[in-house]
């Protein structure tokens, strides 16, 4: 099925796919243009992985970051893209 607008027009969606945790700050601009719960905040350990919720308290976190949370809720309107200050999104057909 092809997507389209109301009026007919073709869309295509760009879904996100990935973020990137060593270039996204989590200012979290994504999450609130986002009303889909397609990311989250979470913990980075000095590593550079993704600390547990349950972990979080243990100060392993050395920074915040957005992840991805429910990938399939995205609709691909791409505007988490656009407030984002880093770039640190991938987006595609999905």
């Known amino acids: 099925m092809d997507c389209v607008t109301r009026d007919?027009?073709?869309w295509q969606p760009d879904y996100l796919l990935s973020i990137n945790p060593a270039v996204c700050i989590g200012c979290g601009r994504c999450f609130k243009v986002c009303g889909r719960?397609?990311?989250?905040l979470r913990g980075i350990d000095d590593e550079g992985n993704v600390v547990d919720d349950e972990d979080e308290d243990d100060g392993d976190v050395e920074r915040r970051v957005m992840v991805m949370a429910d990938a399939g809720a995205c609709i691909g309107c791409g505007a988490c893209a656009r407030v984002c200050p880093t770039d640190c999104q991938t987006h595609g057909a999905g």
């Open 8 to 10: 007919g027009r073709p």
């Open 37 to 40: 719960g397609v990311m989250t």
